[in-house]
């Protein structure tokens, strides 16, 4: 057993520790179960795991002994044996199979449903993901996983059944949690053509597929949900609410997005006892009534959230952090600092005792503590734990990770705010650039590093500069999302700041009204942004 440090800071090995692609050794070995972290003292250790490294043995035996065998032979060893882990062994045998581009056996597996359908994702999920990528470019790589893609749900949606739909939900989570977003985003867009949501599940699966599909297909497919499936929808399922509920919010649709999480609460109070989903119920109202400027509504749904948490499970639970994190951010809004300090601290030692220093949601509490320290001034202790979750994020994630590079943009903000220029303009690029690699030049998270690099020029009064950033900024968003997304309006925004500087007040108060606009249609007539800008054109009109 060795601290990991020690490993990710090896000359020789260093790079190979650091891979998060589910398909080096190290993360396979973690998948399989044959090595195990563990934090102690604050420190992520690596320890071998000799129960993991059974079923990944037991896994060759079972492979060996029945090639040539029917799938009911591995249902038998999972049904009639007491050996334990069995179930594990006959996993282990499938993702052989896989490896060797042999799905027989699994497809049989999954039509059988009930147990057999939990252990058949991983070695489903290994058989989408089953690309060697390190000697491809991107392009080979991603028409491999169109490929695959196509060839396997052609193989399993060819006679669809619930079975089906389930394997392919549990698939899906698993290929999220191994952030291969470019074979993520592929396999949504192709299920969502392939389901049909004429029921319950496969409502899910199709609501579940929506997220990565380009904003007027969004809304299109949740229109034909809404208006075609009717039988749905009157089902009054509160999981089926919640999903259209995300998926509106997603969309700065927060009209049908508070209509339907409200829906979702109403049945879960009166039918139902499943307390995780109205956790997620009351978060996701708060959070959708915070982004629509409302934010006493937000802190009462937030404060609904942090009760259930507590009472039923527990101060130290992650669920219970998030809530506390979201109080945090409220009391933030509401200009009581001290306060979202409080709730932000009691995030992160939960999240410490729970989880450990290594941790991705201990990284994010970091983030938050050091947004807020930076908002009340305090740039010294913003760095500071900003720098704490960059140091955790990239021995988690690596250098190209969405979370390394968020951190990269709130370090480069902290010293754009303390007019240490050359430092902000450092940090901005580089979250920039592993955004740009990782995600392609259009997509949110660059169109975001655009906006910040466009305000850093602007307080360098490049105004030229910060114009080309502001307008990539605008138009990225535009494609991305659509033309009365609140982010389009907060470039058009900054647009007229920059003709203001300019001297171009025409120019500027045209920028300012098309943003006021776009923001009384999403965000209604009373959010601070919006009064916030109404003064820049009245301070234009005084002129």
Not at 83 to 105: F, H, P, W, Y
Not at 226 to 246: A, K, M
Not at 353 to 360: A, C, D, I, L, Y
């Amino acid at each position: 057993m060795l601290p990991v440090d020690l490993l990710f800071d090896d000359a020789q090995i260093g790079d190979f520790v650091k891979s998060i692609q589910i398909d080096s050794p190290y993360q396979q070995m973690l998948l399989e179960g044959v090595l195990t972290e563990t934090v102690r003292d604050e420190k992520l250790y690596v320890s071998f795991t000799v129960e993991g490294y059974f079923h990944f043995v037991l896994g060759e035996v079972i492979y060996k002994r029945t090639q040539g065998l029917g799938a009911d032979t591995l249902k038998q060893i999972v049904e009639g044996n007491k050996l334990n882990g069995a179930k594990e062994g006959v996993e282990q045998c499938l993702i052989r199979e896989v490896q060797k581009d042999d799905l027989n056996r699994l497809i049989c597996l999954i039509d059988e449903g009930g147990k057999m359908i939990e252990i058949s994702s991983l070695p489903l999920a290994y058989a989408f993901i089953n690309v060697r990528i390190n000697s491809k470019s991107k392009v080979e790589i991603i028409k491999e996983y169109q490929s695959k893609v196509e060839h396997l749900l052609t193989l399993l949606l060819e006679n669809p059944s619930d079975n089906d739909i389930d394997v392919l939900i549990n698939t899906v989570n698993i290929i999220e949690h191994a952030h291969r977003n470019d074979l993520l985003r592929i396999l949504l867009d192709r299920i969502n053509d392939y389901v049909i949501p004429d029921s319950k599940i496969n409502a899910l699966l199709f609501l579940r597929t929506i997220e990565f599909l380009d904003k007027a297909k969004q809304v299109y497919r949740l229109e034909y949900l809404v208006n075609d499936f009717q039988s749905v929808i009157r089902s009054r399922d509160s999981e089926i609410f919640f999903l259209l509920g995300q998926q509106y919010k997603n969309l700065a649709d927060y009209k049908n997005s508070i209509l339907y999480f409200e829906e979702a609460l109403e049945v879960e109070k009166s039918n139902s006892n499943n307390l995780f989903l109205k956790h997620k119920i009351y978060n996701s109202l708060g959070t959708a009534w915070r982004e629509n400027g409302d934010y006493n509504k937000a802190f009462c749904y937030y404060k609904e959230a942090l009760e259930i948490g507590i009472d039923f499970f527990g101060t130290d639970h992650p669920l219970t952090s998030y809530s506390y994190n979201n109080i945090g951010v409220i009391w933030s809004d509401l200009g009581d600092n001290k306060k979202a300090i409080q709730n932000f601290e009691i995030s992160l030692e939960i999240e410490k005792r729970v989880n450990g220093e290594q941790h991705p949601m201990t990284s994010i509490r970091y983030n938050n503590l050091g947004v807020l320290s930076n908002e009340i001034g305090d740039s010294k202790k913003a760095l500071y734990f900003q720098f704490k979750g960059l140091e955790v994020n990239q021995k988690l994630f690596g250098e190209l990770h969405n979370s390394t590079c968020r951190s990269y943009i709130n370090i480069g903000e902290i010293y754009m705010d303390i007019a240490s220029f050359e430092e902000a303009e450092f940090y901005y690029r580089r979250g920039m650039s592993g955004y740009e690699l990782t995600y392609g030049h259009c997509h949110p998270t660059v169109a975001e590093a655009q906006y910040y690099l466009g305000l850093l020029y602007l307080k360098m009064n490049q105004l030229n500069i910060a114009l080309e950033f502001f307008h990539n900024s605008q138009s990225q968003y535009e494609i991305i999302f659509n033309k009365d997304h609140p982010y389009v309006a907060r470039a058009k925004e900054s647009l007229g700041d920059v003709y203001s500087g300019y001297g171009n007040l025409n120019f500027a108060k045209q920028y300012f009204n098309d943003a006021i606009e776009t923001y009384k249609k999403t965000l209604g007539d009373e959010h601070p942004r919006l009064k916030s800008l109404l003064s820049k054109v009245n301070n234009i009109n005084d002129l």
